[in-house]
């Protein structure tokens, strides 16, 4: 384990006979040891050198969806199996999208400011309401089709972007974009909900920002890297952003986007409800017995 996981996940693995680890317990040049000796890894965020897999690694258990912090040509390369665990979290970084959505359109950081002042008025206290507004959703895995069914139970306009979908309008509904920068200018509001790739890496930069209408709020509960930060910074169009991902995390205290008013920022937690972090902990235990018994479901299987 390269980071701590739910209790009830590792008793799962003992009590399956597994000899379990846990590397955030011991120092760090004796976690090197045991994560070089490991024959299966089970991963959170930490970064896995290409290295590992030229040892006895035969298997890489991830405790969420996405896989950026893992060398997949090495794995692949070496026959190292990779699974995840998809929706395990949807529901809770659906809802941490919402709260930042809801959060910025209701001015509430300047309105909490004010409040200690007992202040009741004033510009920076315009909220904007959802209903009717228009939300771009980019990617539609389980965790962007909540945002999307969440967003329009509050009566907002949907329209997606994913390679997963076609046409004009999804099974729900929602209107297909054609292109990302035909549907920029159309979105009030810009939520994030794709994997970090080489192919998506900076997709929203100072050109795309520069795109989106005066007051869209912009959202990453998904990856640092998607955006460009700094052109997101410069940007003074924009009508809240809210950043569960950055690039660096934790984002330096210098940064332009901290100390903001139309800026909030979460420590990368939007998948950290209680119920999210057991689920997590207990599929990726799950696809370690299962990649043992020789059952992995192949919806889960990355590598």
Do not use: W
Not at 29 to 35: F, Q
Not at 212 to 223: C, D, Q, S
């Amino acid at each position: 384990m390269t980071e701590p996981v739910h209790p009830d996940a590792l008793e799962m693995l003992r009590a399956a006979g597994l000899e379990v680890t846990e590397a955030a317990e011991l120092a760090p040049e004796a976690a090197a040891e045991a994560l070089a000796a490991a024959e299966i890894v089970l991963v959170r965020t930490r970064p896995l050198p290409e290295a590992l897999m030229a040892g006895p690694v035969r298997m890489i258990a991830k405790h969420g969806t996405g896989v950026d912090n893992i060398p997949l040509a090495a794995a692949r390369a070496a026959g190292v199996v990779l699974a995840n665990t998809p929706g395990a979290n949807a529901a809770a970084v659906a809802e941490h999208t919402l709260m930042l959505m809801l959060a910025l359109a209701k001015r509430l950081p300047a309105a909490r400011a004010m409040a200690a002042t007992g202040r009741r008025e004033g510009p920076e206290l315009e909220a904007a309401d959802l209903a009717g507004r228009r939300i771009l959703i980019i990617g539609l895995g389980a965790i962007g089709r909540r945002v999307a069914a969440l967003a329009a139970a509050f009566g907002m306009e949907v329209t997606v972007l994913a390679r997963s979908v076609s046409g004009a309008r999804t099974p729900e509904g929602y209107r297909i974009a054609e292109s990302l920068a035909g549907a920029l200018p159309m979105a009030d509001v810009l939520s994030l909900h794709c994997p970090l790739s080489p192919e998506t890496k900076g997709m929203i930069g100072a050109a795309e920002i520069a795109l989106l209408p005066e007051g869209a709020i912009v959202l990453n509960t998904a990856r640092g890297g998607l955006i460009d930060e700094a052109a997101l910074a410069a940007a003074r169009h924009l009508g809240g952003i809210g950043l569960d991902a950055t690039e660096v995390e934790p984002l330096p205290a210098d940064h332009p986007l901290q100390g903001r008013d139309d800026v909030i920022l979460t420590p990368h937690t939007g998948a950290m409800s209680a119920g999210a972090f057991r689920q997590m902990g207990m599929e990726a235990a799950r696809n370690i017995l299962d990649h043992l018994d020789g059952r992995l479901d192949p919806a889960r299987r990355v590598v």
